[in-house]
C-alpha cells in the first residue's frame, strides 16, 4: 500500500510541475497580448485649460485623433443658442456624457450648466473623416473643404453631405483649470 501511496503522490508531483512549466512557458505568449504603456496612457489625457482665453481653442491629440477645446466667445453662444432644433439635419446632441437621446441643443452640446463656453468636439469630418477648418463658414464654426460640410458654432451640422453632428470624446472637468478626456 504504501508503494501506490507513493506513486500516486509521484503522479500528483509531477503532474503540479509540469502544470506549472506549462504556465510559465506560456507566460510571455499571454503577457504580449496586454496594450502596451503608449495605448494605456493614449486612453485618458488630462488637459490645462487655464491658459484658453475666450475665443481661442487648442486642438490636442486622443486616441490617434485631433481634439478641439474651445472656450466659446458670448456672441458664438447665443448664436448657438438662436438655432432651433428642427432646423438641424442631426436633431441629436451625440454627447456621450449626457443620455443617448438629448435633443442637439447648444446646452446639450457644450460642457453643460455653468460651462456653456466650454466646447469639446472630435475634429474629423462625419461625412468621409477630414479635418474642418475652425471658426470659418458661414456659421462661425467649423468647415469642411473637402466637400462642403458645414458645422455652427456648437458642432452641429448644418449643410453640406456630412449627416451628423461632430463627435463628442467623454471628458469630464477634474476642476475649474483640468480636464480629463477620456
Known amino acids: 500500500m504504501t508503494s501506490q501511496t507513493r506513486r500516486d503522490f509521484l503522479y500528483l508531483a509531477t503532474g503540479v510541475v509540469g502544470a506549472v512549466g506549462v504556465a510559465g512557458a506560456g507566460w510571455p505568449f499571454?503577457?504580449?497580448?496586454?496594450?502596451?504603456?503608449?495605448?494605456?496612457?493614449?486612453?485618458?489625457?488630462?488637459v490645462d485649460i487655464s491658459s484658453i482665453?475666450?475665443?481661442?481653442?487648442?486642438?490636442?491629440?486622443?486616441?490617434?485623433?485631433?481634439?478641439?477645446?474651445?472656450?466659446?466667445?458670448?456672441?458664438e453662444i447665443e448664436e448657438a443658442n438662436r438655432t432651433r432644433?428642427?432646423?438641424?439635419?442631426?436633431?441629436?446632441?451625440?454627447?456621450?456624457?449626457?443620455t443617448a437621446d438629448a435633443p442637439a441643443s447648444d446646452l446639450a452640446r457644450s460642457a453643460g450648466e455653468g460651462r456653456e463656453n466650454w466646447l469639446i468636439l472630435i475634429n474629423v469630418c462625419t461625412h468621409l473623416g477630414c479635418i474642418p477648418i475652425g471658426q470659418s463658414g458661414p456659421y462661425g464654426g467649423w468647415f469642411c473643404p473637402c466637400h462642403?460640410?458645414?458645422?455652427?458654432?456648437?458642432?452641429?451640422?448644418?449643410?453640406?453631405?456630412?449627416?451628423?453632428?461632430?463627435?463628442?470624446?467623454?471628458?469630464?472637468?477634474?476642476?475649474?483649470?483640468?480636464?480629463?478626456?477620456?
Open 148 to 182: 462642403g460640410s458645414i458645422y455652427d458654432t456648437a458642432g452641429r451640422i448644418r449643410t453640406g453631405p456630412a449627416d451628423k453632428n461632430l463627435a463628442i470624446p467623454p471628458y469630464q472637468f477634474l476642476s475649474d483649470t483640468m480636464l480629463r478626456i477620456g
Open 85 to 98: 432644433i428642427d432646423q438641424l439635419k442631426d436633431r441629436m446632441s451625440r454627447n456621450p456624457n449626457i
Open 53 to 75: 482665453d475666450r475665443g481661442m481653442s487648442i486642438t490636442v491629440k486622443w486616441r490617434g485623433q485631433p481634439v478641439i477645446i474651445r472656450n466659446r466667445t458670448e456672441k
Open 30 to 46: 499571454i503577457d504580449q497580448l496586454r496594450p502596451d504603456a503608449g495605448v494605456l496612457s493614449a486612453s485618458t489625457i488630462d
